[in-house]
């Protein structure tokens, strides 16, 4: 086993695989649930898996697998209520909130149409390695970006543009 070279590997890149998971699930504790399910599997089968040709998109699509699988475990089916009993302090204006809005729009998407968006326009994948890491076709993959991209225009009527200016 490989130990170095396992930690090599994931050391620089827990943060970033953890904020995909986190666009996809919109949740930080679910999101490091996801990723530490991943790594540890990926911890078991290292000595094979290290020989995989593109290991960046084969972990990529583990942690879009673990995701998914995530979500048809029978504790995830639980939903949050609209209102908390006590309220936290309003969040701060300006970034924080559109970054909050956004999530929120973003969590309402289905779940392959939210993997397509995190894994086309986070993750800055072609609709090729899109397709490839949600094992669909490309044409399939065009069709969930644009209804997901029609049906967040439609969700965000009224909310200000997120583009920095400056």
């Not at 009993?85 to 998407?109: F, K």
């Amino acid at each position: 086993m490989d130990e170095a070279g396992f930690r090599g590997y994931f050391a620089p890149r827990l943060d970033p695989l953890r904020r995909t998971a986190y666009l996809m699930c919109g949740d930080w504790h679910t999101a490091d649930d996801v990723v530490s399910t991943v790594v540890v599997r990926m911890f078991r089968d290292w000595d094979r898996i290290s020989r995989v040709e593109n290991l960046d998109a084969y972990v990529r699509r583990a942690v879009v697998n673990g995701w998914l699988d995530e979500r048809r475990r029978p504790w995830r089916r639980e939903r949050p209520v609209p209102e908390l009993p006590v309220r936290a302090a309003p969040a701060a204006q300006g970034a924080v909130t559109d970054r909050l809005s956004l999530a929120a729009h973003l969590a309402a998407l289905p779940p392959r149409r939210r993997a397509v968006i995190v894994l086309r326009y986070y993750c800055d994948l072609s609709v090729e390695e899109t397709a490839r890491v949600l094992e669909c076709t490309e044409g399939t993959v065009k069709s969930q970006t644009a209804r997901a991209l029609a049906t967040l225009r439609a969700s965000m009527t009224g909310v200000p543009d997120l583009v920095c200016e400056g």
